[in-house]
């Protein structure tokens, strides 16, 4: 499949609509690949299933019969363990068939539960070991420009991956270089594995410290499908006219979409009942339901 960019002419009721459709497939995949392991990184697969259904259905320009293509932008998911939501996503955009997602986790699968470029057709890198992402993804950018190449590079990152100082160096490194055609995205879920991130290690104010080192800067709900999409309309324009890059900072909830999983205290790697997968199918497509009736 080749996603049909630019879509900015459309109308953000029916780009809305898109997203909202493929995000509620996205979720379901998630949970499908969840319950085949009994537990797994669901509440962050669930929670960024809005920032991945936009990029891939309204944002992105890529093959998806050709995930090796030139001009593609290119996706860098620096939180490995992010990965069985990137897999829904890549499903999505007709990557990886939906059926193989079942393998996800399982011996000789394609779909290993830390993403890895090696084995997964459209993973870029293999993430991981956090605060990597930006590195690479600053020298992917240079590289490409080099190139006259005019690929988008998008690295998503985890709130805890601030706490890397690699990240703050290439964050400097970016906008020195004036590398307008990258986009950084945070995952801010408040949430590391240790804990709260607040109590982890205090990055707030995070847009302060973007806006120090240059880049232009917006913070949104991670889970408002008109505030994505405004958010990456704004950060393509500003490409063009101000030469910075760009970082959309995104407040997520932990198991958005799915109430049982969105109240879990232990919420980094969640293990779900097998009883109780069907009832986070249900929640999830009666919220999804609701809200089409708004
Ligand atoms: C460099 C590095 N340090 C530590 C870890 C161990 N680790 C794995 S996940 C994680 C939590 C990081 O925070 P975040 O990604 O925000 O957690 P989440 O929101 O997924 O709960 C940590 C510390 C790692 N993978 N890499
Ligand atoms: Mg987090």
Redesign the pocket.
Known sequence: MTSTLPQTTAPTARRRERIAAAAQRMRHHVLNMGEAQGQG?V??ALGCADILATLYTDVMNYRGDDPEWTERDRFLLS????AIGFYSALAEAGVIPIEELDTYGSDDSRLPMSGMSTYTPGMEISG????HGLTVAVGMALGLRMQGNDAKVINFL????L??GSTWEAAMGASHHQLGRLIAIV?I?A????GP?AGVLRTEPVADKWTACGWFVQRIDGNDIDALIAAFDAATAAAEAVAAPSVILCDTT?GCGVPLLEQREK??FMRIEAHEWQICRDQLTVGYLEGQDQ
């Open positions: 990184y509440g962050q939180a490995g363990h992010y991981g070991s956090l605060g985890s709130d805890g991956e706490d890397e995952d879920n949430l590391q594995a240790d991130t932990v919420a980094h």
